[in-house]
């Protein structure tokens, strides 16, 4: 199958700064990439819909302003958790489609813990 | 809107017992996608399974079954012969089809099942 990456897969950092989630498709051309929130013992929550060289769709609840989305190029789409704090702490994970695959299989990166202190 | 339902919170069993983890799910369209995927303590995802609406066929694969039932808007899943490394978190998740092309159509995942097998 199709190969995602994420970096980093663990970060810890101070609430008040910004961190940046990389997601790329190692092997194809992702238009499409999602991401999920996953709190502890918790299910994956969609939180937005992340477009090559448009804007993200956003779930409702999901700040935009907060978590912002950049997907620049077919293979990378960053979000970027601003401001962070304790509650933002969760597992990020990503997932792309392979386009015009027609079985709406999304392939998952390993996903990112974060940690804010 | 769609949703997906794990009633099973969690299930212990001892090695070699059968295991069935079930899934009752909610949509509105006739044309959707059922995922099963599983999550090891490392907490990547691995897909296991994905049957779409049309196909109505069980499948086994190795140790892993599947019973679909659309009457019942049911897809469970079912270890047979447990092992300590079947150990994890299981999801069932429902993809509507937008669209024909394969970007765009959001997973609604359950609740997850958590199944601890004991040596």
């Known amino acids: 199958g199709a190969v995602v990456s994420q970096h980093p897969s663990r970060v810890i950092c101070k609430s008040g700064t910004s961190v940046k989630i990389e997601c790329r498709s190692l092997?194809?051309?992702?238009?499409?990439m999602f991401w999920y929130r996953q709190f502890p013992k918790q299910s994956l929550m969609l939180m937005a819909t992340?477009?090559?060289?448009?804007?993200?769709?956003?779930e409702q609840g999901v700040e935009k302003d907060k978590f912002l989305i950049n997907h620049a190029s077919l293979t990378l789409s960053t979000l970027t958790v601003t401001s962070a704090h304790p509650e933002d702490s969760s597992f990020y994970i990503c997932?792309?489609?392979?386009?015009?695959?027609?079985?709406?299989?999304?392939?998952f990166g390993p996903g990112t813990r974060l940690t804010v202190l | 809107a769609q949703k997906v339902t794990q009633a099973q919170t969690e299930i212990s069993v001892v090695e070699k017992e059968d295991v069935t983890l079930d899934c009752v799910y909610e949509?509105?369209?006739?044309?959707?996608?059922l995922f099963w995927y599983k999550q090891p303590p490392s907490g990547e995802l691995v897909f296991l399974i994905r049957?779409?609406?049309?196909?109505?066929q069980n499948e086994i694969s190795g140790r892993y079954s599947w019973n679909f039932q659309k009457s019942t808007s049911s897809f469970n899943f079912t270890i047979t012969a447990s092992q300590v490394v079947d150990s994890a978190v299981y999801f069932c998740?429902?993809?509507?089809?937008?669209?024909?092309?394969?970007?765009?159509?959001?997973?609604?995942f359950g609740g997850g099942t958590r199944v601890l097998v004991k040596p």
């Open positions: 997932s792309g489609v392979v386009p015009l695959a027609g079985n709406n299989e999304q392939f």
């Open positions: 092997d194809f051309q992702a238009t499409t």
């Open positions: 992340s477009n090559e060289g448009s804007k993200a769709t956003y």
């Open positions: 949509t509105r369209d006739t044309t959707y996608y």
């Open positions: 049957r779409n609406s049309f196909d109505e």
């Open positions: 998740a429902l993809s509507e089809v937008v669209t024909l092309r394969a970007a765009g159509n959001k997973l609604t």
